[in-house]
């Protein structure tokens, strides 16, 4: 699509569009060479209302599960991290049944679970301690599968 489409699709100024464009922000989109730009059908709006000051644990969870609540693009440039720490973070939420990955033409976009969907209606506070429920369960079981393998291995 054209940046105008995507603009109309979303409702969008184009400074704020050409803003993003410039970040590399919206993904799979490339200028051409007559100097207008394709958008892939599939691109969304990036979170950028994310909270980048959550640098890690509940806090980061928490800013990426609000961004594929809302159905907007969730991606490690975004945050300024790492691949592999973004991936991480991604396979947690995953796990927890969270969110589902899927790509679209070459681009890996993350869609909201109905467990996402319970999380998001929730208080903030209560939304944290669901939150922190889920995760302390994984790295519980995470605990105990280790454990089983090591006393396996004896």
Not at 117 to 132: C, G, I, N, S, T
Request: hydrophobic share 45%; aromatic share 12%.
């Amino acid at each position: 699509m054209t940046k105008e489409a995507f603009m109309v699709r979303y409702d969008v100024s184009e400074r704020r569009v050409d803003s993003w464009l410039k970040k590399d922000w919206i993904r799979g989109a490339r200028l051409l060479e007559d100097k207008s730009w394709y958008i892939p059908e599939s691109a969304v709006p990036p979170y950028a209302a994310r909270n980048v000051k959550c640098a890690q644990g509940v806090g980061m969870y928490a800013s990426l599960l609000s961004g594929c609540a809302k159905g907007l693009d969730v991606f490690p440039a975004l945050y300024g991290m790492h691949k592999d720490r973004f991936d991480f973070y991604m396979e947690q939420l995953i796990k927890l049944e969270f969110i589902a990955e899927r790509k679209i033409e070459g681009v890996c976009y993350y869609m909201p679970l109905p467990k996402c969907a319970e999380y998001h209606a929730l208080p903030v506070r209560e939304a944290h301690k669901f939150l922190q429920n889920a995760l302390e369960t994984l790295v519980e079981a995470g605990a105990k599968g280790v454990i089983s393998a090591i006393l396996d291995a004896s």
